[in-house]
């Protein structure tokens, strides 16, 4: 069978199941979506969101790139955020990255990759930034899982930045934010970092009159 007929198959599977364990399932799932949480994920396919966290469809809004970059000119993922925040009026911003990230390791090299090394600038300047103590460990998965970590920790510190967070802190009191690596080795989540909403941060990225 072909892979996407696969695909097509599996989803049939899926949909009677779900429709024999609970027949009212897709109807509460269609008429509104509530989530609490909103996901910054990696685009890996061996992190899905609800999967990892047992969680069904309409539980987790989710956004995912390469490598769960919090990039300030990245429009894609700022309308996500707005929304999420906004719209959908989430309690909490998780930014999740996982071991093993092929992002991360490319980051470290001098490979040119083409059009993803612009993507990859953004951790290679966490990598520059942290080069003491990312050296000092022994092995390249140590330090490899170490610029995970760290890339986590920016990127939860970036979303603090931004206007959209900002005036929800301001107004609102919500949503924390939160840094998380998942093990493919053991499927467990680590908490790295945690930012409750109104943290103080850094006067110069604080906006007036939001």
């Known amino acids: 069978m072909q ?14 199941a779900k429709t024999s364990a609970d027949p009212d399932y897709f109807k509460r799932l269609s008429a509104q979506q509530a989530p609490e949480s909103l996901w910054i994920g990696c685009s890996d396919s061996r992190v899905p ?30 309308s996500v955020l707005q929304f999420a925040v906004e719209v959908l009026q989430v309690k909490n911003v998780i930014v999740c990255g996982h ?42 998965k140590e330090q490899a899982d170490r610029l995970t970590e760290l890339n986590v920790i920016a990127q939860v510190s970036n979303l603090s930045k931004t206007s959209i967070i900002q005036r929800a802190w301001q ?4 949503p924390n934010l939160f840094g998380w690596v ?29």
């Open 171 to 174: 107004n609102n009191n919500r």
């Open 182 to 210: 998942y093990g493919l080795d053991n499927g467990l989540i680590k908490p790295v970092c945690e930012m409750k909403a109104g943290t103080e941060i850094d006067p110069i990225f604080k906006y007036n009159n939001l």
């Open 49 to 78: 969101a609800d999967m990892i966290t047992g969680t069904d469809p309409g539980e987790i809004f989710v956004h995912r790139n390469i490598s769960n970059l919090v990039v300030n000119a990245d429009i894609n993922l700022l």
């Open 99 to 140: 071991y093993g990230c092929g992002g991360i390791k490319a980051a470290m090299t001098n490979e040119y990759y083409g059009i993803i090394n612009h993507w990859l600038k953004n951790i290679k300047e966490i990598y520059a930034e942290n080069k003491t103590e990312i050296s000092a460990l022994k092995t390249e």
């Open 3 to 16: 892979s996407y007929k696969k695909l097509l198959e599996g989803n049939k599977e899926w949909s009677a």
